[in-house]
């Protein structure tokens, strides 16, 4: 930065280390659960543990299983699949 230069205050400067670089951000379960393979593999690389990555990509698609033969209503089945994901998620 220029000496002499006063910026406002909460403003950046051009130097922030990611200037140029794409930085994407971490791909959502739904994403992974709904897109192809690759989607799978970027979630389980980006979540550093793979075992954990199968059994949440496995546990949503019971849960959209379940909402889907539930027709949308809340059934037993649907609570269980609930409480499944988040059970999974609670030990990253």
Same mark, same amino acid.
Request: hydrophobic share 30%; aromatic share 2%; glycine share 8%.
């Given at each position: 930065m220029?000496?002499?230069?006063?910026?406002?205050p909460? @403003? /950046?400067?051009?130097? !922030? $280390?990611t200037?140029?670089?794409?930085v994407r951000?971490?791909p959502p379960?739904?994403q992974?659960v709904s897109?192809l393979?690759?989607?799978?593999?970027q979630?389980?690389?980006r979540l550093h543990?793979r075992?954990q @990555? /199968?059994?949440?990509? !496995? $546990?949503?698609q019971?849960?959209?299983?379940?909402?889907?033969d539930a027709?949308g209503?809340?059934?037993?089945e649907?609570?269980?699949?609930r409480?499944?994901?988040?059970r999974l998620g609670?030990?990253?």
């Amino acid at each position: 930065m220029r000496t002499g230069v006063t910026m406002r205050p909460g @403003a /950046r400067s051009r130097s !922030s $280390g990611t200037a140029g670089k794409r930085v994407r951000p971490d791909p959502p379960l739904p994403q992974a659960v709904s897109g192809l393979r690759k989607e799978r593999r970027q979630y389980a690389k980006r979540l550093h543990n793979r075992r954990q @990555a /199968r059994h949440l990509i !496995s $546990g949503a698609q019971d849960l959209a299983n379940a909402i889907a033969d539930a027709h949308g209503d809340e059934t037993p089945e649907v609570d269980h699949a609930r409480a499944e994901i988040r059970r999974l998620g609670k030990r990253s």
